[in-house]
């Protein structure tokens, strides 16, 4: 028996990142790490924590700040158009990522088993590449009721005009059409690249067995995919909730704030009523908090931190 414990390999400890590295690697590493990391503290970290300090006080950038505790969260909570704000973020994620994420599926499959050219994926990739302002300028013409193509195609159909961006029943739905339209592309290549790290020879062997098309797309596809959808979709929701540029050239939160949304509340809050940073932080510190809060659930609910790639090796 103890000749035995001494022939038993020694078990791997799992330790950090670092673990095996000389001292040369790690001050290397740190050192390659350092500017993005000054970067993150001082324009990101310290910011965000003297946000949420604001937020307790009564400032106007003008005088002193005087300490109001909770006032500055019960200010916005009392507020209707705060809540209005925030159902109208939710329709407009609602409407953004469900149809955004589906047509990038769509289209990196058609890429994967289609057409694999890379001056195609550059096409995908190029509205990405566009700045929102650009973006949002264009299709101000392109929607305009009047004037815009889309109105003239559409008479072609028999179909009237429509009033798009001018109707509060429109405005928010075509404001997520236009970034469903800047993103799509983009979202299909990363999806893209996923589908090329899943072995082929699954594919065969399913098909060997009878599976069809749908079939292996459900039961291979979908679920080796989930990493990659896992990133797609919490960085979407997190970028939907922050949508600003599009509606401040477009709708500037109109018509009859019906594109109010919170993050452009947090705008009008600082610059367009009189300067009033308590409750504009305070509303950004509730927007974290669910912004972080949905992360989670989504972390948690797809499994992020386990790949099914391992099942099959």
Known sequence: MAATSMERPPTRRRGSVLTGLSNNEKVIGILFVLPSLIGFLAFFAVPALRSV??????????????????????????????????????????????????????????????????????????????????????????????????????????????PWLRSPDQAIQSIAGINIWRHTGYNAILIFAGLKTIPRMLYEAAEIDGASGPTRFLRITLPLLRPVL????????????????TIAVTTGGGPAGSTRTIIYYIYEQVFQRAIRMGPATAASVVLFLILITVTIIQMRYLRANRSDLADYS
Do not use: C, H, K
């Open 53 to 162: 300090v604001i937020s307790f006080y009564d400032w106007n950038l003008l005088s002193d700040a005087e300490f109001i505790g909770m006032g500055n969260y019960e200010q916005i909570f009392a507020d209707t158009r705060f809540w209005g704000a925030l159902g109208t973020t939710a329709v407009y994620v609602l409407w953004n990522i469900p149809l955004q994420t589906l047509l990038a599926v769509f289209i990196a499959v058609m890429l994967d088993r289609i057409q694999q050219s890379a001056w195609l994926r550059g096409l995908f990739i190029l509205p990405w590449l566009v700045p929102n302002v650009v973006v949002a300028m264009l299709f101000l013409w392109i929607l305009d009721p009047s004037l815009g193509i889309l109105n003239s195609f559409l008479n072609t159909l028999g179909i009237p005009d429509q």
């Open 230 to 245: 896992v990133f797609v979709l919490v960085t979407s929701v997190i970028g939907s909730f922050q949508v600003f540029d």
